[in-house]
């Protein structure tokens, strides 16, 4: 389940679509293992989502912009754990599928929607660290309105190109066994095959080239600016952000491949049992991001002292824009440091050119002197 939509227990035989109900392309032992799997997946799915989340609802200290488009990516592997694995999981146990048509629709749909809001955010969260490290101001108000309006498009940017299988440019609908629902790859036809090229293009392809530029330039920067001293939370950001985008990439890179070589291979290209590792592979992301962000988290002391002094603690209720304010401190420290750098750099360099400037002057007065002396 997520991005994209599930191509678990697709039929990638090329011959007819299998009817609900019907398990002739795996076996009851074969459902029932990807039962189990999608079992531990929404169980550590949920659990991990909602104490990241319940940890940001608590903690204002924790809202910077950054985090603001995490929550959003958590947000939206959430809602794949609450409305997508729970009917793959319940189809699985009972080898068809149970909520008839309107329910694969809304399963197709749904789980697309989410999936790459998922990968828009984690494309736009790129953008904006490159974004600070452009600005290198302090932060501000302004920076959490471009967060927000990052979250908007991301959910506006999502629905375009869901949207239109519910309204005749391809169809959501039964794939493989009849466990499971998504875009109909296996569909030949020019008007399918043309949207699934956009969904690659726009969904996929753009949002990876978006983040590889932000993150190339980030790495140039910082090797740039090897003799400063840097910030070590904004290091271990950037390494929270880039182990989030490997790990959806090693996730989704195997389901990207098998779905297309259903659209567009020679049928039979892949078995439908071949098809279950990068299916299950895709699904793990609802649980990677939230392990990635607590242990890679520069935070994460300051969310331990929080908790374990919580009778001495009264969490907050301040609305994310106000939140920069605990932050600003540290970034306050780092800009002192900055600039006492770069005043005692330009200070000796100044003062190199002054006395530059003085002895051409005597020079061209007296061009024997320091022969002379």
């Known amino acids: ?10 039929n990638l035989s090329g011959g007819q679509q299998t009817p609900p109900g019907s398990d002739s392309s795996l076996s009851r032992a074969a459902h029932t293992s990807v039962a189990v799997a999608l079992g531990f997946i929404l169980v550590l799915g949920v659990l991990g989502n909602f104490l990241l989340l319940l940890v940001f609802s608590r903690y204002p200290g ?29 189809a699985s146990v009972r080898g068809r599928w ?19 809001v998922s990968l828009v955010s984690l494309s736009l969260l790129s953008f904006e660290r490159y974004a600070v490290l452009l600005s290198g101001s302090q932060l501000s108000s302004s920076h959490y309105r471009r967060a927000r309006l990052s979250v908007a498009f991301s ?6 190109w869901t949207l239109p299988p519910l309204l005749g440019w391809s169809s959501y609908g039964p794939e ?9 790859w296996r569909c030949r036809s020019v008007t399918a095959r043309s949207y699934i090229i956009c969904l690659f293009v726009f969904c996929l392809l753009l949002p990876l080239l978006l983040m590889f530029f932000c993150y190339g330039r980030i790495l140039l920067a910082v090797r740039g600016a090897a003799g400063f001293n ?25 389901y990207g491949v098998v779905a297309m070589l259903a659209s567009f291979g020679r049928p039979g290209a892949v078995p439908p049992a071949a098809a279950l590792i990068p299916a299950l592979l895709a699904k793990t992301s609802t649980v990677l991001n939230p392990v990635i962000c607590v242990l890679l988290n520069n935070q994460r002391s300051t969310l331990f002292t929080h908790t374990h002094t919580h009778t001495t603690h009264t969490p907050h209720t301040h609305s994310w824009p106000s939140a920069y304010r605990s932050d600003r401190a540290k970034v ?19 003062h190199k050119k002054v006395q ?6 005597e020079k061209m007065v007296n061009p024997f002197k320091s022969k002379n002396q």
Request: aromatic share 12%.
């Open 62 to 90: 924790l809202r910077t912009p950054a985090n603001l488009l995490l929550v959003n990516i958590s947000v939206s592997d959430m809602l794949v754990c609450l409305f997508g694995t729970p009917l793959s999981f319940a």
């Open 1 to 10: 389940v997520g991005s994209f939509i599930e191509v678990s227990n697709l």
């Open 332 to 350: 306050k420290t780092n800009q002192i440091r900055r600039e006492k750098l770069n005043t005692l750099f330009n200070s000796v360099y100044k």
């Open 230 to 254: 840097k910030s070590q939370a904004e290091g271990r950001i950037f390494l929270m952000v880039v182990a989030m985008v490997t790990g959806y990439l090693l996730c989704w890179t195997p």
């Open 155 to 160: 959910w506006l940017y999502s629905l375009a």
């Open 98 to 116: 149970l909520t008839g048509s309107y329910g694969c629709r809304w399963y197709g749909f749904s789980n697309a929607l989410f999936g790459v």
């Open 356 to 361: 530059t400037k003085q002895d051409v002057k």
């Open 176 to 184: 493989g066994p009849g466990t499971v629902c998504s875009v109909q």
